[in-house]
């Protein structure tokens, strides 16, 4: 166990419709990542919060949006979703401070159909 | 920006011979982290190995090890004794002194009993 915490764990939702997936980070941890990794892909690197702050931006569509609460914990929000939105999204944690590994939840298997 | 490359889509290994995964990256920072993921078909991103670049010593992981070359930029996984259960994606990641995290394509792992 991570200690990362991703829900739900799978998604089937239609075309057009919106979600939120929820992350909760380690214990202490402060940096929160999102990733999308399609079916037999790497890993796409979508954003990254640090203490509730947007510290970086990858290639996250503009229908996607993210956000860190005060509590710590992450929500990304996919709207308009297409057939091609259809992967597995993966949060990661990190403690932050440019040391460590990223620790990783199991991430939200979402299908559109 | 950094990348990461892994020349090798897939490997293939012997139940107890050795293997070697390749991975080389590109950067500018002379103080920085590379990892060993392991992605079994649960999806599950599972840390395998990590190296912190100021240390010469190669780390070492039970039967996971690696060739941290840094004026060559070359990070490799050796895993020796293989097993069944070490068929899995394996990514090379590199963490910035931005705390930013960059992936390789994977390398899928085939042991062969």
């Known amino acids: 166990d991570s200690g990362v915490t991703q829900t739900p764990k799978h998604l089937i939702t239609a075309t057009g419709q919106r979600v939120t997936l929820r992350c909760s980070p380690r214990s202490g941890d402060l940096s929160v990542y999102w990733y999308q990794q399609s079916l037999d892909q790497g890993l796409q690197f979508l954003i990254q919060y640090y203490n509730g702050e947007e510290r970086a931006k990858g290639n996250i569509l503009e229908r996607f949006s993210a956000q860190q609460f005060p509590d710590l914990h992450s929500e990304l929000n996919l709207s308009s979703l297409e057939l091609g939105d259809s992967a597995l999204y993966f949060c990661a944690s990190s403690v932050g401070v440019r040391e460590g590994e990223a620790f990783f939840g199991q991430g939200t298997r979402l299908t559109v159909v | 920006a950094q990348t990461v490359t892994q020349s090798q889509p897939e490997m293939s290994v012997q139940e107890a011979e050795t293997v070697t995964l390749s991975c080389t990256y590109d950067?500018?920072?002379?103080?920085?982290?590379l990892f060993w993921y392991k992605q079994p078909p649960s999806r599950q991103m599972i840390l395998v190995i990590r190296?912190?670049?100021?240390?010469?010593q190669n780390a070492t992981e039970n039967r996971f090890s690696v060739n941290f070359q840094k004026a060559a930029k070359s990070f490799s996984l050796k895993i020796s004794d293989s097993q069944l259960g070490d068929a899995a994606m394996y990514f090379c990641?590199?963490?910035?002194?931005?705390?930013?995290?960059?992936f390789g394509t994977g390398t899928s792992l085939t042991v062969i009993p």
């Open positions: 950067t500018s920072e002379s103080d920085y982290y």
């Open positions: 990641a590199y963490r910035s002194d931005l705390d930013q995290f960059y």
């Open positions: 190296q912190e670049a100021y240390k010469q």
